[in-house]
């Protein structure tokens, strides 16, 4: 089965600086899909970015980025110039791309515990 | 606008009574799930559905039961052997199981009294 760590349960920045937070996974599957989640005081769950296995490359999405080491099996969010509104959880998530949907491990997202990011003014 | 509506966001119960948890989609998904979480935890799967008239059980289906009679809705009934009930409930879909991101609700909090 899969699991999906994140060693930070709270991390905080200062206004426009850059904070990174680290997520790790155990899996022995070779394709799959990482998501980094945010989840503000509102509490509904916001996609922030997608990584597939297969694409070297690392994914961005303005000031985010991510960090993907395959063979070390980390995926760590970076947040660029960061801002008030980036202050919520953020959960790091695990998906398998090639399991049969009849078996276990296609059925769902795999969650970390989640880091909360406070951004101080 | 396309999204997941789940109602109602804040419901109060008594024990020993059921509640259903409503979602409903217009984003023509397939696959949709439901999740609770914890203070300080995860999200852990209760049950999803791939398609209609058909669900399966997640991690910690029991003391839950949810029905798919319509692609575009998947509730939840929380039922009196939900030991511990009281926790904040997501529901989710994506376009077909396996395959992308989960696009998520706004969420139900519950709470036994």
């Known amino acids: 089965a899969q699991t999906v760590t994140q060693s930070q349960p709270e991390m905080s920045v200062q206004e426009a600086e850059t904070v990174t937070l680290s997520c790790t996974y155990d899996t022995s599957e070779s394709d799959y899909y990482l998501f980094w989640y945010k989840q503000p005081p509102s509490r509904q769950m916001i996609l922030v970015i997608r990584?597939?296995?297969?694409?070297?490359q690392n994914a961005t999405e303005n000031r985010f980025s991510v960090n993907f080491q395959k063979a070390a099996k980390s995926f760590s969010l970076k947040i660029s110039d960061s801002q008030l509104g980036d202050a919520a959880m953020y959960f790091c998530a695990y998906r398998s791309r090639t399991a049969k949907i009849s078996s276990g491990s296609a059925r769902q997202l795999t969650f970390g515990s989640g880091t909360q990011l406070t951004v101080l003014p | 606008d396309g999204g997941i509506t789940q109602s109602p966001k804040y419901l109060f119960r008594k024990e020993g009574q059921n509640v259903t948890l409503s979602c409903e989609q217009n984003?023509?998904?397939?696959?949709m799930y439901w999740y609770r979480q914890d203070p300080g935890q995860g999200l852990r799967l209760i049950y999803y559905s791939q398609i209609v008239n058909d669900f399966q059980k997640g991690d910690i289906a029991e003391g839950y039961s949810v029905s798919r009679e319509k692609k575009e809705s998947f509730p939840l009934t929380v039922t009196s052997a939900q030991k511990n009930p009281t926790a904040f409930y997501l529901c989710?879909?994506?376009?077909?199981?396996?395959?992308?991101?989960?696009?998520f609700g706004e969420g139900s909090r519950l709470t036994v009294l």
């Open positions: 990584q597939e296995a297969y694409k070297q």
């Open positions: 984003l023509n998904h397939d696959a």
């Open positions: 989710a879909s994506s376009i077909r199981q396996n395959t992308g991101e989960l696009f």
